[in-house]
């Protein structure tokens, strides 16, 4: 049940294991707002950080975003791990429509914002491997204020489908 039911731990593992599958030597993925770092914050000063994840107080109903508008959880990531390569990737999307898109349908997008170049080659790489194939870039990682921004929105359409399977065109 809920938004991302009981397989979102499987989810990441997947997502993890796709990056080591030679898309990265350390990856590491944005698990949560209330520890956003998941205890990693070793593994987190040089390599890949996947943000997956929105600043949601999930306290207000209906949710809203907790950063916005001249910031984004993506952007204080950055700051906060100067090193690391951060790209803010499938927050736009379900658990499970993230390692399984054809769940959507055939027809929607993904975004990629991000820093550093070599770190969205390896994350669109990724996302191939998992089937994506509308991967579009919107440059640095101050474009995560406008996937975060995209919540709102896929809150109220989760709650007139019923459904978390559906994505953006």
């Not at 997502?15 to 949560?32: D, F, I, Q, S, Y």
């Not at 070599?118 to 995560?144: C, N, P, S």
């Amino acid at each position: 049940g809920g938004l991302l039911g009981g397989e979102a731990p499987q989810v990441v593992q997947q997502l993890a294991a796709g990056v080591a599958r030679g898309h990265g030597k350390h990856p590491v993925l944005l698990r949560g707002i209330r520890d956003p770092a998941g205890g990693l914050r070793g593994d987190l000063q040089h390599g890949l950080l996947i943000d997956v994840a929105n600043p949601l107080d999930l306290n207000s109903q209906p949710p809203i975003l907790t950063i916005c508008n001249t910031d984004s959880l993506g952007e204080r990531l950055q700051r906060e791990f100067p090193m690391a390569k951060v790209v803010k990737a499938l927050n736009t999307c379900n658990c499970r429509v993230m390692v399984d898109p054809a769940r959507a349908g055939a027809d929607h997008d993904v975004f990629v914002c991000g820093n550093d170049g070599d770190a969205k080659e390896t994350v669109k790489a990724l996302l191939r491997d998992f089937g994506w194939t509308t991967i579009i870039d919107l440059g640095d990682i101050t474009a995560a204020r406008a996937t975060e921004q995209l919540m709102p929105i896929w809150l109220r359409l989760y709650g007139l489908f019923g459904s978390a399977d559906f994505n953006f065109k």
